[in-house]
């Protein structure tokens, strides 16, 4: 796998810090992403604590790197990393979401592989994700090369986010 994004003309890849963007592919993508596996008053809640512009420029001030993808210009997909312990060197992939509009095109492995590029250049060894169990996105993470290391049930409020955390040994991906 190669980890330099193969961006054309039509599709870039940015650090953004603009909010408002990133809330509404959020809003876009999880209905979609998540309406078989979660309560719509579950996506209502986690949409709320987590992508409202408070919270997201909460994020973006405490250490998350928020990637934006643009296709012919518009907001495509976004991700978002961050330094999870610097002693061992482990980043951690806290999002990655495609518009439904732009799924199927490659921008999640070009986004991917960017957050995987800036990650190996910040001196990472290893990138941690958590993936709800029921997601079929897992095995998109599988044929990255990412494994799971544990399975996890995390109370969030009145919810429980039943994950896996997977890992990418930065090391064997060039």
């Known amino acids: 796998m190669t ?4 961006a054309s ?21 999880w209905y979609p992403t998540y309406r078989e ?31 934006l993808l643009t296709h012919e210009g518009k907001p495509a997909a976004f991700s978002a990393f961050s330094l999870l312990d610097a002693a061992q060197q482990r980043y951690k992939l806290n999002k ?3 518009h439904p509009d732009f799924q199927g095109m490659g921008f999640g492995r ?3 592989q960017e957050v995987i590029q800036r990650t190996k250049s ?25 494994k799971i290391i544990k ?9 429980t986010l039943n994950d896996y955390i997977m ?7 060039s």
């Open 3 to 6: 980890v330099s994004p193969s």
């Open 9 to 29: 003309e039509s599709v870039s890849i940015q650090s953004t810090s603009d909010a408002n963007i990133i809330r509404d592919l959020a809003y876009a993508t």
């Open 37 to 67: 596996i979660l309560s719509a008053e579950q996506i209502d809640f986690m949409l709320t604590e987590i992508y409202s512009l408070e919270s997201l420029q909460s994020q973006m001030e405490n250490g998350q790197t928020f990637l």
């Open 96 to 98: 990655l979401y495609i």
């Open 110 to 112: 070009m986004l991917l």
């Open 122 to 146: 910040q001196g990472g060894l290893k990138l941690e994700l958590n993936v709800h169990r029921q997601n079929p996105a897992q095995h998109f993470y599988f044929k990255i090369g990412f």
């Open 151 to 159: 399975i996890i049930d995390i109370p969030f409020a009145r919810f």
């Open 167 to 173: 890992e990418l040994n930065l090391t064997d991906v």
